[in-house]
């Protein structure tokens, strides 16, 4: 049976619409909310997705109050997808930690009690979802994907592990190496366990020296941001891409910080770049 769609806010702005959608998730046995931006029509062509992943403690309304990428996506006519970042409601498991359970989803499919029944973001976004999208908008099949720190290590896994899906992948401060910081190493061995084999899927150091194809990256890291030199170090996975000759750009910005005033600032590059890929 089709999944029902029922809107929940929308608001006219840079000549397109914002729009808040709730619908029921098989994947993740809860009700979940997304935000969509909807450029104004430019001709009879299906407008390509970015896909815009947000972080710890963050929901579906983050990225779409707070990024100011609408006005740049109306201008290339990009439709921007916001998913939440976890399975949310009261029959979801929680933690009292902010970066674990709801708002720390992680982007994977737990295999752990008591996370396995409903955390399974990973396949959400890479099936479920999109192919709601696809159902129920009018959207070309061109797709590219960006994200913030968890939602940067959740947009660049996606990619990483399914590079014929996107042009093109970006982020803001992604967490590159979670097998190996302290925010990565509590969630992956919280909702995966304690077998590090099982941690490598979700891994992007590690998934880009296997990866299937190569995709152009671009990564965007402020050098005032707080949690740069512990959960961050995007230079690890420079270094990967430099040994395997991978077409990433890292561009480390002075002064910036974690927060959305730095997504802000450079969301215009990235739109513009996946611009570049999605209507090439
Ligand atoms: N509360 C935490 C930090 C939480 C935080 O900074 N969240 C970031 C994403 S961090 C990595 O995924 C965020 O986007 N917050 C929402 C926002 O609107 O800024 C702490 O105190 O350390």
Redesign the pocket.
């Known amino acids: 049976m089709p999944t029902t769609l029922e809107l929940l806010e929308e608001h006219r702005l840079f000549g397109g619409w914002q729009q808040r959608w709730r619908h029921h998730s098989s994947q993740l046995g809860c009700n979940m909310t997304f935000g969509i931006f909807l450029p104004g029509p430019k001709g009879d062509t299906p407008p390509p997705v970015v896909w815009c992943l ?5 929901t579906d309304e ?1 990225f779409a ?2 990024s100011g990428a609408q006005r740049v996506a109306a201008e290339l006519g990009l439709v921007l997808v916001m998913p939440d ?1 976890s399975p949310r409601g009261d029959e979801v498991p929680n933690d009292e930690a ?2 674990l359970g709801q708002g ?1 989803g992680f982007y994977l499919n737990a295999t752990q009690e008591p996370w396995r029944q409903h955390f399974r973001m990973y396949d959400y976004l890479n099936e479920e979802l999109p192919a709601l999208i696809a159902a129920s908008f009018n959207i070309s099949d061109r797709q590219a994907i960006m994200g ?6 959740g947009a660049l896994v996606l990619a990483l592990r399914n590079p014929h899906r996107f042009a093109s992948a970006s982020a803001f ?1 992604p ?1 590159v190496n979670p097998s190996e910081v302290p ?1 990565g190493v509590k969630a992956l061995g919280a909702y995966l366990g304690e077998d590090r084999e099982q941690w490598r899927q979700y891994d992007s150091c590690l998934l880009m020296q296997q990866a299937a194809a190569q995709l152009p990256i671009l990564i965007d890291q402020g050098d005032s941001d ?2 740069l030199a512990d ?1 961050l170090q995007p230079e690890r996975l420079e270094a990967v891409a430099q040994q395997s000759g991978w077409p990433l750009t890292l561009r480390i910005q002075p002064g910036y910080d ?3 005033f730095f ?1 802000a600032s450079f969301v215009e590059d990235h739109l513009r770049f996946h611009a570049q890929h999605l209507l090439a």
């Open positions: 947000a972080g710890l403690t963050c983050n109050v707070k970042t902010y970066d720390a913030h720190s968890m939602g940067g290590h401060a967490i925010w707080q949690f959960q974690h927060s959305y997504i």
